[in-house]
């Protein structure tokens, strides 16, 4: 697998590393209490066996966190986005 | 026998060998597998698990029954294909899984038994008595299993890792490949052209990078192909600083198969004697070797594309006694060519089985109209068609597809990037054929899968057990499970499954390929990653000064570390029993660069802070660290450590060793993905600065010579917990913590790490006066268990704040990563095992991380389980045992006398809870 | 019905040209209301039909297959057994597995070549050292064989180990010599032939497509053959979990991770041993058949593809000549890959789900063949009686929320890390 980091170019797989779904989200206001929804935020997931929006971390490159869309059937990659410009649009 | 012209091979070059400790020679460009034919060798090898005798069947690495051990000592190789080594001075190759020799296998009779033995007869049997099976059947059934030996020892060969990027790779130099190679070489494109076979002249093009004897065995994601090159395979051993194999990562834009196809052999009885072969690899040795593998041939065929064997046949010295063609007329190709060599042809006949004892003799034939005859032969020429070689199609989960005008298998939707281009695609095969997957009567000694000894009746069997879908069939009966992953056998066996069902062979479906095409050796895959290269080793700055000093290393993550640095007749025990002494009475030195160090600067630096530790940060003045503690979102401990303020906007943050990575990493990731909006910014600088702890009573004093002039180092100006930048040893811009691991009066010096070395000198010179000692991770371990600090062993993964006795650290004021899910019940319960300190009730008893912790008079069994010991250590300064435990209810049981349970290392003894600080509980010596 | 394997069945078959086998199992079609239906025909869906129909009251069982029996994980995994665990949530289970697979042979009539062969942990360092003696006080405390090797009689069981050049210096083993191996495809065909013949409908080429609920009860699957109406329904989908258990609404801390699998050509008897390295990601043993059966991390990112890519099995054979170096003239002849279903813990969830009448059985991570007998045995005690088996108990799905996790390795809710 390769992924084409938006700063770095497409590097091959072994300069990433995997985090997981990046459709969670983290509750808005934090909060001090265990609730559903922090629960399912930390533990629970689509898993979907298709497109599958996932963060991966530039580990070996730029270290900088990616948003990338890719199809968990034939691990085709169908997008890469800095997680940070997601992260500050999401926030916008 | 070796025919008097023609050929590639070099006739002047005359190549010594032997097989079977017999010598023979042949000639620079041959193969085993052709020297030993023109030797007249054909009893080669014994199949898997009739141990009948087998000759050669192919010529390429598609051969299924020539396996030899090749080499000796440290380098055997075994079920190495005789048809793929190329001859070299002083081979030497032995026949395998036979005893006591390849002539007289005792194993054959197994043979004889085939009835009882067919195919998933041990899942039925063996069963009785049940302790039988580990003492008595499975030693016997792997004993007799298996095929060639390992060596045994450590290979002694070197393998590389390679990359390599094109536009496009071309996979397979026969005509087919070699044109597109050419094509695409001439549109200015990088191309790679890869081929399993040795150089070839034609192959050898401009602007193209040719890899011969580079095996293409794997399509990966991403236009990622796998492949290795056998750089010294074809010597007897490799050239001073040459490797082995080179193992090649190609990433490729396109790609194009030109990997040809593989021919199916003819399914009838004993048609795995020595001297029955695939028709094309009887041509193959003819014209490619000048070897004729015997003197009288029958043909046995079912299309057009043998017409070329029987050309080459029959210009060569051998006599052809007959062409068999199953198809009720022939065809006028295979007559017309027949008759100009005088040759009958019986169409519509099929050969029902061939006889001899260690190779073929002759064949009986069953004619159109049900006559029998018989012939004298030594080679059985036999082709049921072609398979064109789709295996690199399918490596990314896509199947081949049925094409019924060529009755084959050809390549369906394809991996992205690759064409695929010749016989490989099912062109120019298979013409005029009439399918025969196995000649009519074809019993148990029909075989399918030579290897593996899968028989026509064994498809039948498995379908009448109920093993009918493709993969249960390959399961059930082992069909192209061998070494050769059912290269000649899958697709005749999937069509007899399909004729056994009354369904089409793609009703019946396929099994898909995996990779690798042909066997890969494991070295090759490692590389270089083996011994002490098998990951990178981290130095810290002072790594040849302790070395001069005596040091003895331990592995610590990726990282070498002064362990202890013992003494003429010292052990490692007592070597850090006088270190710890020598710190906590005087003053002791230690590396500690490997801590992860993490520089932070931005206006919300601070702000960052106090979102990813679970402590206030905000108040933290410039020139003062704090100790921090880190959950993990899910509430669970994660690193902790100091971090210290060196300017309004600029942090130093320290990690554990184990964890710099991760805390790095964890840092950009709340930053880039949580919090975007904070402006801050992170740097791992742990190789930059070498840090050393200065620890002990005296340390102050040690350290004053060593500080520049004008840096006030007095516990007014700079006392517990400040930090900020000094300059060292006559202008060294460094930086100065004063921390404490050890609980002593302590500082940690940070310079570049270039001066490292420099400033241990510097620091052992000053302090020689207080008697000053280096000292290693087992003293740090001994004092910071002395101190009731948790560590790693503590810092598990597994244990919460709380279970540390951390919890009041967790600010009830703010947001912070973890801050609810460390809310949970479960992670507060009391009940929870909780840190305590451990002393054992009899001075002279060890305490051992490890061992469990039960009531005192409770039985050993599960229910009873209370806890365990964390980490341990003798204490030189309290003069006995110390250790850190986990405890159920823990804090509440101080003064308690509990079991300590280690029946593992047969440890059983009483010892009491106590707080996990033994020293110097209230920190004075911190502050002194 | 299918007769009794024996010896004597076998040489009666061989002189008769084995005429007299029957199909090890019916090609059942969907006949009428199930009181069960497991949906998966795997090893755990193919356990607990068997242990349903022998432990528990009489009842009308099916087992749906969306393809052949057996196409998962219980065909493509590197047939360890072994209950060498840490955790109190996990080491009953597993050793109820250990003691269902020491009788597996002779309770389902089905030789699955069941290998004690002992599986050993290779130690690398002290902590480590102190980790296994944890681990192994731990499985003594259960009841559970465990032994602590010391550097010279590790040398003596495994002389061919890298002890004189090895990065990471080797210092014992943890050895649970009750584990082993055992050939998986035939625990798939054993239990399916003994639930066969017990009764139960083994319905392959059936892909259940929705979960039929009406007031918030399940009541029956929709398949590729039409409808199946069930009493109750019991998933068992593995790597498929996420997917099947969306059609009833209901979200799974799970993902699908791929993970990959190696075996190299045959050899004769070289590793007489299961073995793990400490210092990497490698493991092997050797099959009866003589190849080397090896394998090491998952891939580490989701997937539903069952292969894997390059940097593991690089990562794979580098320790695997880091730990034993004779191997390198070995060749690997296969790698595939499965789908494991990765929980947030990396310990699996026995459990009701929050629709009334159906079960769950998911999240086995890459352990879940040595644990298919007990999986089987729990997940039919759980369906029968509607209440937990006491040794799967920890496995509940409410843990998550409620922070009683069991994490084995103490890495968190990364399932790629577990």
């Keep these: 697998m390769r992924i084409t980091c938006p700063h770095c170019g497409e590097r091959g797989l072994q300069e990433f590393l995997y985090h997981g779904d990046a459709t969670v989200m983290r509750p808005r206001d934090g909060g001090a209490e265990p609730t559903q929804e922090w629960t399912d935020y930390v533990y629970f997931r689509d898993n979907p066996n298709g497109a599958h929006r996932e963060l991966w971390y530039h580990n070996a490159g730029c270290h900088a966190w990616l948003v990338v869309t890719r199809d968990l059937r034939s691990h085709e990659i169908l997008g890469v986005e800095a997680a940070h410009d997601v992260a500050l649009r999401r926030s916008a | 026998m070796r ?58 690495s598609e051969e299924p029954n020539a396996l030899v051990e090749l080499r000796t000592g440290a380098r055997r190789e075994p079920n190495t294909r005789a048809t793929m080594v190329e001859l070299y001075e002083g081979l030497e190759a032995y026949s395998q899984n036979r005893f006591p020799s390849l002539k007289h296998d005792f194993m054959a009779v197994n043979g004889l038994l085939s009835p009882v033995f067919a195919a998933g007869f041990y899942y039925k049997t063996f069963m009785w008595p049940a302790k039988y099976w580990e003492k008595l059947y499975e030693p016997l059934i792997r004993k007799a299993a298996g095929l060639g030996r390992n060596a045994g020892v450590a290979d002694p060969d070197v393998y590389e890792k390679a990359h390599l990027f094109c536009d496009v790779l071309v996979i397979g130099a026969g005509a087919a490949g070699v044109q597109a190679a050419r094509d695409a070489a001439a549109t200015g494109a990088r191309v790679v052209l890869c081929d399993e076979h040795p150089p070839r002249e034609d192959a050898a093009l401009e602007g193209v990078k040719y890899l011969p004897r580079t095996t293409v065995f794997g399509v990966y994601d991403g236009g990622t192909y796998g492949a290795v090159e056998r750089v010294a395979d074809h010597l007897a051993v490799p050239q001073a600083h040459q490797p082995r194999q080179r193992y090649w990562r190609i990433v490729a834009k396109r790609s194009v198969l030109a990997s040809g196809a593989i021919e199916r052999p003819m399914v009838f009885t004993n048609n795995d004697l020595p001297g029955v072969m695939l028709a094309g690899a009887v041509e193959t040795y003819i014209t490619r070797y000048a070897v004729a593998p015997g003197a009288r041939a029958v043909l046995f065929i079912n299309h057009d594309g043998a017409a070329s064997v029987l050309a080459a046949m029959g210009n060569s010295v051998m006599a052809i006694a007959a062409v068999i063609d199953a198809r009720a007329g022939s065809s006028p190709v295979i007559r017309d060519l027949a008759a100009s060599f005088s040759v009958p042809v019986f169409a519509g006949a099929v050969v029902t089985r061939a006889f001899g004892k260690r190779a073929v003799e002759g064949v009986e034939i069953t004619t159109r109209d049900g006559g029998v005859v018989k012939f004298d032969c030594d080679v059985v020429a036999a082709s049921a068609g072609w398979n064109p070689a789709v295996h690199l199609t399918s490596h990314l989960d896509d199947k081949p597809v049925w094409k019924d005008e060529v009755a084959a298998f050809v390549p369906g939707k394809l991996p992205p990037g690759m064409s695929v281009v010749g016989a490989a695609a099912g062109e ?301 040893c006559g202008g060294v811009k460094g930086r100065l913590f004063r921390l404490s691991f050890s609980g002593e009066l302590a500082y940690e010096i940070a310079v570049p790490a270039r001066y490292g070395n420099a400033l241990a000198e510097a620091l052992m010179a000053a302090g020689a006066e207080f008697g000053i000692v280096p000292y290693g991770t087992e003293a740090l371990g001994v004092m910071r268990i002395e101190k009731g600090h948790p560590a790693g062993n503590e810092l598990n993964g597994q244990t919460s704040a709380h279970d540390l006795g951390f919890g009041k650290l967790l600010s009830k004021k703010k947001d912070f990563v973890g801050r609810a899910m460390a809310a949970r019940p479960a992670l507060m319960d009391p009940a929870r095992p909780t840190l305590v300190g451990l002393k054992p009730v009899n001075e002279a008893d060890r305490l051992r991380g490890g061992a469990h912790l039960l009531a005192h008079d409770a039985e050993p069994v599960a229910a009873n389980d209370q ?53 110097d509980p209230q920190g004075s010596r911190l502050h002194a | 019905m299918n007769g009794d394997y024996s010896v004597f069945s076998v040489l009666r078959e061989a002189l008769r040209g084995h005429t007299g086998w029957r199909p090890a199992w019916r090609d059942a079609s969907p006949v009428g209301v199930y009181d069960v239906i497991i949906v998966g025909g795997g090893g755990h869906g193919l356990a607990t039909a068997y242990y349903l129909a022998k432990n528990h009251q009489r009842m009308r069982i099916a087992v749906v297959e969306k393809g052949w029996l057996g196409n998962g994980s219980i065909g493509r995994n590197t047939t360890i057994i072994r209950s060498n665990y840490l955790l109190p949530g996990n080491l009953p289970f597993y050793e109820l597995s250990m003691k269902l697979w020491e009788g597996l042979e002779q309770d389902t009539n089905y030789n699955a070549m069941v290998s004690q062969r002992g599986v050993l942990n290779i130690i690398h360092s002290d902590a480590q050292r102190d980790a296994y003696a944890r681990r192994g006080n731990a499985m003594r405390l259960h009841g559970i064989d465990a032994e602590l090797l010391d550097l010279a009689a590790l040398k003596a069981k495994l002389p061919y180990l890298d002890y004189d050049n090895a990065r990471f210096p080797i210092q014992g083993a943890l050895l649970q010599q009750r584990g082993g191996t055992v050939r998986h495809d035939a625990v798939a065909w054993g239990y399916a032939r003994a639930a066969d013949r017990l009764g139960v409908d083994i319905i392959q080429n059936c892909e259940v497509t929705g979960i039929r609920t009406e007031n918030g009860k399940a009541v029956g699957v929709e398949t590729s053959r039409g409808y199946i109406a069930g009493k109750k329904i019991g998933l068992a989908c593995a790597g498929n979990s996420s997917r099947v258990a969306a059609m009833a609404g209901i979200r799974l801390p799970i993902e699908s991770h791929a993970l990959q699998a190696f075996v190299s050509e045959a050899m004769k008897p070289l590793i007489d041993n299961v073995i793990t390295f400490g210092a990497g990601h490698f493991y092997i043993s050797q099959s009866d058949k003589g190849g080397l059966v090896f394998g090491g991390d998952i891939d580490g990112y989701n997937s539903y593809a069952s292969r894997g890519n390059l940097p593991t099995i690089e990562d794979v054979c580098e320790g695997g000549m880091a730990l034993m170096p004779m191997i390198g003239r070995a060749r690997l002849v296969r790698h595939w890959g499965g789908i494991m279903d990765m929980t947030m813990d990396g310990s699996p969830i026995i459990d009701k789900s929050p629709v009334e009448n159906l079960y769950l059985n998911a999240g086995w991570c890459y352990g879940g063949f040595k644990a298919t007998p007990a999986s089987g045995w729990c997940f039919a005690h759980l369906i029968a009686r509607d209440e937990p088996h006491e040794v799967s108990a920890a496995y509940r799905l409410d843990r998550f929320a409620k922070g009683l996790l069991i994490d084995e390795k103490g890495v968190g809710a990364t399932p790629n890390l577990h």
């Design chain 2, 3 to 60: 025919l008097p012209r023609g050929g590639v091979v070099d006739r002047s070059k005359i190549l010594n060998f032997t097989f079977d400790g017999k010598a023979y020679q042949g000639f620079a460009g041959d193969t085993l597998a052709s020297a030993l034919l023109a030797n007249n060798v054909k009893l080669v090898g014994r199949s898997f698990k009739y141990h009948r005798p087998r000759g050669i069947l192919a010529a390429g």
């Design chain 2, 428 to 728: 120019g095969i298979n013409a005029g054929i009439t399918p025969l997957w196995a000649v009519p009567g074809a019993d148990g000694k029909a075989f399918v899968d030579f290897q593996n000894d899968v028989t026509a009746a064994d498809i039948r069997l498995a379908k009448q057990e109920g093993f009918i879908a493709v993969e249960h069939l390959k399961r059930y009966t082992t069909l192209g499970m061998a070494t050769d992953q059912g290269k000649t056998a899958n697709v005749t066996g999937l069509a007899l499954m399909a004729a056994a069902t009354g369904k089409t062979v793609p009703e019946t479906g396929t099994t898909r390929f995996r990779p690798p095409y042909t066997p890969v050796a494991l070295g090759a895959l490692a590389g270089p990653h083996r011994g002490k290269d098998f990951k990178p080793t981290r130095y810290t700055p002072t790594h040849a000064w302790a070395q001069a000093q005596g040091a003895v290393f331990v592995e610590t993550g990726m990282w070498l570390r002064a362990q202890y640095f013992p003494k003429a007749g010292e052990d490692w025990l007592a070597a850090t029993n006088r270190e710890v002494l020598a710190v906590r009475n005087g003053v002791g030195i230690c590396d500690v660069t490997t801590l992860g160090k993490i520089d932070i600067q931005g206006p919300d630096a601070a702000i960052f802070l106090e979102r990813v530790y679970t402590n206030s940060w905000t108040n933290l003045a410039v020139g003062r660290a704090r100790y921090g503690l880190m959950l993990r979102e899910d509430g669970f401990v994660m690193d902790d450590g100091t971090t210290a303020r060196l300017g309004e906007h600029h942090y130093v943050m320290t990690t554990t060793t184990a964890n710099a990575g991760k805390v790095f990493q964890h840092l950009e990731f709340c930053h880039q993905w949580l919090w975007p909006e904070l402006d801050v910014r992170f740097i791992s600088v742990t190789d930059q600065w070498a840090q050393i702890a200065l620890a002990g009573p005296k340390a102050r004093e040690v350290l004053q010579k060593i500080v520049d002039d004008g840096c006030d180092v007095s516990n007014a100006a700079f006392p517990y917990m400040a930090a900020g930048e000094m300059r060292f």
């Design chain 2, 867 to 919: 806890g365990h010991v964390c980490s341990a250590a003798y204490s030189p300064t309290l003069g006995h045992s110390i250790g850190l435990a986990l405890l159920k209810n823990g804090p509440a049981r101080h003064g308690e006398i509990i079991r300590v349970y280690d029946p593992i290392r047969n440890g059983d003894f009483l010892a009491e809870v106590v707080p996990p600080v033994f020293f």
